[in-house]
């Protein structure tokens, strides 16, 4: 920027006045706008100190504080022709000159030269830049506008504008200016609106400083959704501790409340006791997400008969708003009791009939089928985990049974937790309850996991299960499509193998499960290794959000290992043995190595004949690699990986002494091949773990 051009900069003011915004997209909208307006100011050349954003049911808003109120000017030299080409021996200028002079628009009579470095040339110095602010804001708003995220736009009016919801009006201000600018079918002007209720009026906003509080009064309108959202947590936890509770605020769930008022007010509900007796679970579902209400605890964790809403209104008569809440509350709740009551008087062993036309997926059976199959792969690896395999297999005939409750038909979250409640009904063994209610963890990333060894192997046979006949019909996923949600349970698959410490052979289970699906599946063998392969990678995934870097892991994946806690071992030994001062050596040899016996060929058929070591350095490396052997044989066969590769660091000084003054590739034939022997003891003693020539940089 020139030094001499001083740049004013003055705050800008952009809000866009809508019908009720979609709550559960506002705040990734708001988002959307402010990235979207910063983006395109950025991209102009125009500086400014921050911008706020405002999100309202009604409305979404930006502040740029001290936008710059023209794009940085600079001066631009246009070089043209050489002089000697520019002018003829007499000094006239030429044609070239001339069309140089018309391009730049200047008369040829001014025409400048100057020596760019190399030779005289024809110059023109322009300046670019300098556009003012308030003609580009207009298009960088449009632009952002255009840019949101919205899955569905809508009409309205006889407009053929297309947004999220029906827009009503546009303020665009630069500092006390309004811009003079469109967007969405509407001028922009410096009106606003306050709140629907209390303050349903324009309001004129003369600058951009005053739109925060000039919203909040006298419009009653909080535009700042962070502000917003504590106030209301402010509020919900005060009124709480005045029914001596605690009140149990979901991220979710706020973010949703905040979305739908402009005005928060926190109100204290109440209802009947008797409601208690219903699975918590539904009473809550049935406040969080049909009302908006945040439930109660006591000291204990226990439900307590209050809510709180968060009103749009500040009442005149508060106990009028709660009667209306609670009017509306207590028939969803006399709903749940009912359910519950009805779907206790028919068992889960009953209901599991009611499976048998339930399609689980059109070509591998109904639901009942499934569960059929679960049982013998729950056995199985109850079996081999050493765990009841009788509490095994009666939670697996039950897992499903609840699908069928009137209480899973009207809140489908409740899947698996209502059949907790219905199996203690019904005198099931506890352990079998818990595991019907354990069988859907983890449901996401950095869920928790079962409690239980039965909640384990249920939902470990389910969705090995489900994995192998999914591929097994030739379903992979494919892009975005994963209707079957195998990501989600091939990671869930690992994280139980690997955070439950179980040491059982992943392809082992997918081969079992395959074959339970009978003619179902032509090729079980490539079902196996199908599933497998798809599953064994989702680890980099794993790992990349542990910061282990790729080659780690494919260090690892190389050997092609199936039990998953056994590749997580091997992985967590490698990520250790590479932060070791002796990785990067040890890792390049091997590499060599590997390069080595490659092009010779036969690898591992060679044997070590000691009266043939002839040079000191083979045999330090020969004496080294038996006592290292001896010393890892026991860590390897106890999986203690971490501590053999630490031990296998101290080769570094005998691998480097050997390159360093043996030659490999001598011309007797015996010497030769006694040296690659060496070398093949070196390598296998290092993939006993993985192959870490695959830790060596690539050779840039």
Wanted: net charge negative.
């Amino acid at each position: 920027m020139d030094n001499n051009n001083v740049v004013t900069s003055n705050d800008f003011l952009v809000e866009i006045g809508t019908e009720e915004l979609p709550p559960k997209t506002l705040k990734t909208l708001a988002g959307a706008f402010t990235r979207g307006i910063e983006t395109g100011l950025a991209d102009a050349g125009l500086t400014y100190t921050r911008a706020h954003s405002y999100a309202t049911p009604r409305r979404l808003a930006v502040r740029v504080e001290r936008l710059a109120q023209q794009t940085p000017q600079k001066e631009v030299l246009v070089w043209g022709p050489p002089a000697k080409v520019a002018f003829d021996t007499d000094g006239k200028v030429t044609k070239a000159a001339e069309a140089f002079a018309r391009k730049n628009g200047i008369d040829a009579a001014n025409l400048v030269v100057e020596n760019d470095g190399k030779a005289d040339k024809l110059v023109h110095r322009a300046s670019a830049g300098g556009e003012a602010a308030m003609a580009l804001v207009g298009p960088i708003v449009e632009a952002a506008l255009a840019a949101l995220p919205i899955a569905k736009r809508m009409r309205w009016g006889a407009h053929r504008t297309e947004f999220v919801r029906p827009v009503h009006w546009l303020l665009m201000l630069m500092g006390d200016q309004v811009v003079n600018a469109e967007a969405l079918g509407l001028k922009a002007g410096r009106d606003s609106r306050g709140h629907r209720f209390h303050c349903d009026q324009a309001l004129t906003i003369a600058k951009p400083d005053d739109y925060v509080e000039q919203l909040r009064s006298p419009g009653r309108v909080l535009v700042d959704f962070t502000e917003r959202q504590a106030l209301i947590r402010q509020q919900v936890e005060a009124a709480a501790t005045q029914v001596g509770g605690t009140a149990v605020i979901d991220a979710a769930l706020l973010d949703e409340v905040t979305a739908l008022v402009e005005w928060p007010q926190a109100l204290t509900g109440q209802f009947e006791q008797r409601f208690l007796e219903v699975p918590p679970e539904a009473l809550i579902a049935s406040m969080k997400e049909h009302q908006k209400y945040f439930h109660l605890v006591d000291a204990e964790d226990q439900l307590l008969p209050y809510f709180i809403a968060v009103a749009n209104i500040e009442s005149r008569d508060p106990a009028q708003v709660i009667d209306g809440n609670e009017r509306v509350i207590r028939p969803r709740l006399a709903d749940a009791a009912f359910f519950f009551d009805t779907d206790k008087k028919t068992t889960l062993e009953q209901r599991r009939e009611r499976l048998q036309p339930i399609v689980f997926q059109a070509r591998l059976g109904s639901l009942y089928d499934k569960t059929e199959r679960i049982e013998t792969l729950a056995a199985a690896i109850a079996e081999q985990i050493d765990a009841d395999v009788a509490l095994a297999r009666r939670a697996a005939q039950l897992c499903k049974a609840d699908l069928v409750t009137d209480m899973v038909g009207e809140f489908d979250k409740m899947q698996g937790v209502a059949g907790y409640y219905y199996a203690l009904n019904d005198g099931e063994p506890e352990a079998v309850a818990l595991a019907l209610k354990e069988q859907y963890l983890p449901k996401f990333a950095g869920d928790g996991l079962p409690a239980t060894t039965t909640g384990t192997v249920l939902a470990l046979a389910d969705r090995i299960d489900t994995l192998a006949g999914i591929f097994g019909i030739g379903q992979k996923p494919t892009g975005s499509k994963d209707p079957f949600g195998l990501r989600r349970a091939s990671l869930a698959v690992l994280r139980l193998l690997v955070e439950k410490q179980l040491n059982l052979d992943l392809a082992q289970l997918l081969h079992q499960a395959a074959l339970g699906y009978g003619d179902n599946i032509e090729d079980p063998d490539s079902t196996t290794s199908t599933a497998l392969d798809y599953m064994l990678e989702r680890f980099r995934a794993w790992y990349e959000e542990a910061q282990i870097p790729a080659e780690v892991f494919l260090a690892v994946s190389a050997k092609r290992l199936t039990v998953p806690l056994d590749i997580d071992n091997r992985v967590r030994a490698v990520d250790r043995f590479r932060q070791l001062p002796e990785a990067e050596a040890l890792a390049a040899a091997n590499k060599r190595v590997s390069n080595i016996l490659t092009k010779q060929g036969a690898g591992g058929s060679r044997r070590l004949q000691s009266n043939l070591l002839q040079e000191d350095a083979e045999q330090a490396l020969a004496a080294a690699l038996a006592q290292k052997g001896d010393i890892v044989a026991p860590l390897f066969a106890n999986g203690r990986y971490t501590e053999a590769l630490e031990s296998l660091a101290d080769l570094r000084d005998p691998v480097d002494r050997f390159f360093d003054q043996v030659m490999v590739m001598a011309e007797d034939p015996q010497l030769r091949d006694n040296r690659l022997a060496l070398l093949e003891q070196l390598r296998q003693l290092f993939l006993e773990v993985a192959d870490i020539s695959l830790l060596a940089p690539a050779k840039g």
